[in-house]
């Protein structure tokens, strides 16, 4: 089954699948809302004077298409253009020979788009992830691994793994911005949200840098990858994750559709 429907993703016209998509779209903010009731309250708390329907559709609508760009790219390498902005200083980084981190978020196509990273900008990277308990889906996140040349840590007891690698010199890629059951509660759009810490632990014991990487779409088959200079850090683990927090609520204003908001981010336990 996995085999058979990455294969008609990765062969379905762009053109076709954007129009798929777009109604899948409005099929599941009209008929069937799965997870909408989650991403419309949390949008509507954090921009209470916007309307959350052409945001959120618009949201899905790419998430869906990245799929069919991410299957159509391990295909044909090179089909999908990613234009590269502001790599730079993280470039720099490498080629000292140090480690470091970059704080990463589920913006736009990223299960696309970190990969090809990535592989495009030759990182040393690797990137902790949740291992799906489902074989099939285990055994896709591994098919995508070896097509993008990237390394993944399982999330449970992987910070000895974090220290270690970034002190060979390699790149570690967090995502910090979904809930964390046993994080720290820190400001995020106006209201607790409890956050990991870990990055900030890390950057604190390490002295490395942290470089904010976002990514957005700019048409069909066409993305902007940005990443900036290193994040300005006072080595106080709370106010360092209250900043990280801060880096993407701006990164979510300027664009509100293209952030996953059919996460529970602000649920407090017993919630």
Not at 100 to 107: C, I, K, Q, T, V
Not at 127 to 150: C, D, F, G, N, S
Not at 244 to 258: A, G, M, S
Request: aromatic share 10%; charged share 20%.
């Amino acid at each position: 089954m996995t085999r058979s429907l990455t294969w008609m993703l990765s062969r379905t016209p762009l053109g076709v699948a954007h129009g798929l998509c777009w109604t899948l779209a409005w099929l599941w903010y009209t008929v069937v809302p799965i997870r909408r009731r989650v991403a419309v309250d949390g949008f509507r708390a954090a921009f209470p004077d916007r309307a959350p329907g052409p945001d959120l559709r618009r949201m899905l609508r790419g998430l869906l298409l990245g799929y069919f760009e991410l299957f159509r790219e391990m295909r044909r390498p090179g089909s999908i253009q990613v234009e590269y902005r502001g790599a730079e200083d993280l470039q720099a980084q490498i080629a000292s020979g140090k480690g470091g981190f970059l704080l990463a978020g589920h913006f736009g196509s990223w299960d696309l788009l970190g990969p090809m990273t990535n592989r495009d900008l030759k990182l040393p990277a690797s990137t902790i992830v949740k291992v799906p308990k489902q074989k099939a889906a285990a055994e896709l996140i591994e098919q995508i691994r070896r097509a993008m040349t990237m390394e993944l840590l399982p999330a449970r007891g992987c910070m000895q793994a974090v220290y270690d690698q970034s002190a060979a010199g390699r790149i570690l890629v967090m995502l910090l911005d979904q809930r964390h059951n046993s994080g720290i509660d820190v400001d995020f759009f106006g209201r607790p949200a409890l956050t990991s810490p870990a990055l900030a632990v890390a950057a604190q014991k390490s002295g490395l840098p942290v470089f904010p990487l976002y990514f957005y779409r700019s048409g069909v088959g066409r993305h902007v990858v940005e990443l900036g200079p290193a994040l300005a850090l006072g080595g106080d683990v709370a106010a360092d994750t209250a900043h990280f927090q801060q880096v993407y609520e701006d990164l979510i204003r300027q664009r509100p559709h293209n952030w996953l908001w059919m996460h529970d981010r602000w649920r407090q336990p017993g919630g």
